[in-house]
């Protein structure tokens, strides 16, 4: 009931101030600090089945999010960027704060230190609400898989039992308090580190070395290992962008590994993740494409023993068209799969494969505000809730 | 916006029958406060510095005025262009008259999405790269702003004019409005995105030339 009156609050906010809206984000001290925010509150029923969850208490699909964004040119070759964001009004954190360099003007070459978007895919780059014509996230860079940095499975029924329970993961090693699980990308905390960037058109190359990984972006460093990212653009006419990405870290805690024994404590537990992308638009077409595939070392502790590494292959497709000015139809599919391990009970795969299919209608009612409305199915081959379906509806005001 | 809707494009009653004895109302807009950088929303989402863009000509002005003379509108259907060269429109404020079709060539590398929500005219020309170019009818008198839906940053204005008694400052600031009859008039002088300044003028039965000039802060 709170939920229903906080939207049509913020859906009459959203006519009355459409005027008042019309304002271009705000530029001072002569154009050389920019202020951005966006806005934006969702609503659905209740996700039982924790599609949709961001972490342990947040659905993305009944979400109020609050974010603003400055960036001061303190000289033409450096610049000082930020963002915070509250969801749902928990806290207020930084998302990105970092500071972009360009040693020579006259090179494409760019650094950027501090909390930095990520290198990899596509999709987090455009995570925005404004950006993003659907309300839901892409499987891979949202869904919570029952990987933990700090816990451990100590044999593959441990792992069996978290099928599909990627929003309160509990093991046998390791911190015994249950959490949520990671995502295959995180999308929704950036990484902190120092990235670089190489050319612009028709090629791009990008690299950094973070603290975190892709599942598990930090600020603070929990293992002494570094991730390795990059990702080649490439943009040979207009309208289509094809990309390759790949990264690999260490992304088990140091508490994680004291628990282990000797042996197996001394070895190194990366993520490894490669990834593909492409967009076409055209006239009033716009079509996207994601291929990742990751996979997660895991020590072999006890029988039946994890024997390999645990992979994931996320496929995303979704699609835009403009009906009319200001109005749009959307839709992803989305597909999230596990590799096989061996259980007492026979072999399964790791994790319950997911598949989401969601379709939204959009409309702008001025250029910075918009509605939309969606349904989104979602099926998963285990946990507790296999199926569960989904009316939205988003307002979104940004400047 | 008070600007061309929905008095402008009105027969004012005081004027004279057009062609007894017609002036030009010429003079200077200064503009002195900075023309304003505003437009793009900050890059935090970006891998590196954005290509940079042009930067519109934000002094232009245009001059027109408020109610028109009777006989002013009969005018014939024209074309007028709207670039997008360095992610940037050009010219950043285009006045044109009621039936005027705009044209909005691509002249940049990058694909360019040209569209506008006002209420005057809500278009949108979907994507399409360097050499396309995609034409819209402007019917009704009022102000369009326009944007283009890749890059946030651009945007530019189109005034639709229901007569012709209207003109675009030059580079130094100045203005004239040719064969406008005798008569009361109110003229406007606009400025990036509002009317800054009107001032009463009278057109005098002999004709000639009226000086007028503006300043806006």
């Known amino acids: 009931m709170r939920s229903r009156a906080l939207f049509t609050t913020v859906l009459a906010l959203a006519g009355a101030t459409a005027p008042a809206l019309a304002l271009d984000p705000q530029n001072l001290a002569g154009g050389r600090l920019r202020l951005g925010g966006e806005a934006s509150f969702a609503m659905a029923a209740q ?3 924790f599609f949709n969850f961001t972490d342990y208490r947040d659905s993305n699909l009944r979400m109020t999010r609050i974010g603003g964004t400055a960036e001061f040119r303190v000289s033409p070759r450096l610049s ?10 928990h806290t207020v954190r930084p998302y990105a704060l970092y500071a972009r360099i360009r040693p020579w003007s006259k090179r494409e070459i760019d650094v950027q230190v501090g909390r930095i978007p990520p290198v990899f895919g596509a999709f987090p780059r455009r995570g925005y609400g404004a950006a993003n014509p659907l309300i839901g996230l892409p499987v891979a860079y949202q869904y919570l898989t029952s990987i933990r940095a700090d816990a451990l499975p100590a044999s593959a029924d441990d792992l069996v039992r978290m099928r599909g329970e990627g929003w309160l993961v509990r093991y046998p090693l390791g911190a015994r308090a249950p959490d949520a699980g990671f995502p295959v990308v995180a999308s929704l905390n950036w990484d902190t580190g120092a990235q670089v960037r190489i050319g612009s058109q028709p090629v791009q190359l990008s690299a950094s070395v973070t603290q975190g990984t892709l599942g598990n972006p930090r600020f603070e460093d929990d293992n002494d290992g570094k991730q390795v990212a990059g990702r080649l653009a490439w943009n040979p006419v207009p309208g289509l962008i094809l990309g390759a990405s790949g990264a690999r870290g260490e992304y088990l805690a140091r508490s994680a590994l004291a628990v282990l024994p000797a042996e197996l404590a001394g070895r190194t537990y990366r993520q490894r993740a490669w990834g593909a992308d492409a967009e076409y638009s055209r006239d009033y077409w716009l079509v996207r494409s994601e291929l990742i595939w990751t996979a997660w070392d895991m020590p072999a502790v006890r029988a039946p023993l994890i024997a390999s590494p645990l992979a994931a292959l996320a496929v995303m497709v979704e699609g835009r068209y403009k009906v009319a000015p200001g109005a749009w139809l959307a839709a992803r599919y989305d597909h999230l799969g596990f590799s096989e391990i061996v259980a007492t009970a026979g ?20 250029r910075h505000v918009a509605l939309k409305a969606g349904w989104q199915r979602n099926r998963r081959d285990g946990g507790v809730v296999h199926r569960q379906d989904f009316a939205v509806g988003q307002v979104l005001l940004w400047f | 916006m008070a600007l061309l809707a929905p008095g402008a494009g009105r027969p ?34 970006e891998l590196g510095t954005p290509a940079a863009a042009a930067e519109p000509d934000r002094r232009r002005s245009v001059v027109y005025l408020e109610e028109a003379p009777r006989g002013a509108f009969e005018v014939p259907s024209t074309r007028g262009t709207m670039d997008q060269r360095n992610e940037a429109f050009a010219p950043y ?32 020309l979907g994507r399409y790269a360097r ?12 102000v369009v702003r326009v944007f283009c ?8 204005f189109i005034l639709v004019f229901a007569h012709r008694y209207f003109a675009t400052t030059d580079a130094e600031g100045r203005y004239r409005i040719d064969n406008v009859p005798p008569g009361s008039y109110t003229v406007v002088a606009w400025n990036d995105g509002q009317a800054r300044q009107s001032r009463l003028t009278r057109v005098p039965d002999a004709g000639g030339v009226v000086e007028l000039d503006f300043v806006v802060d």
């Not at chain 2, 079709?101 to 209420?119: A, L």
């Open chain 1, 47 to 49: 996700d039982h089945g």
């Open chain 2, 149 to 156: 839906d890749i890059h946030s940053h651009m945007s530019a």
């Open chain 1, 80 to 89: 000082l960027l930020g963002e915070v964001r509250t969801d749902n009004f």
């Open chain 2, 131 to 142: 050499g396309g170019s995609k034409a819209v009818r402007f019917d009704r008198p009022g």
């Open chain 1, 347 to 366: 072999p399964i795969s790791w994790d319950a494969p997911v598949h989401r299919f969601e379709v939204v209608a959009g409309y702008a009612v001025h």
């Open chain 2, 93 to 124: 404020v285009l006045p044109v008259l009621v039936g005027t079709t705009v044209d909005f060539p691509n002249s940049d590398r990058t694909y360019h999405n040209v569209f506008s929500f006002s209420k005057t005219k809500r278009f949108d």
């Open chain 2, 12 to 45: 004012a009653p005081a004027a004279a029958p057009a062609g007894s004895g017609m002036a030009s109302i010429r003079g200077r807009v200064e503009v002195r406060r900075a023309p304003g950088a505003h437009g793009a929303r900050p890059s935090v989402a």
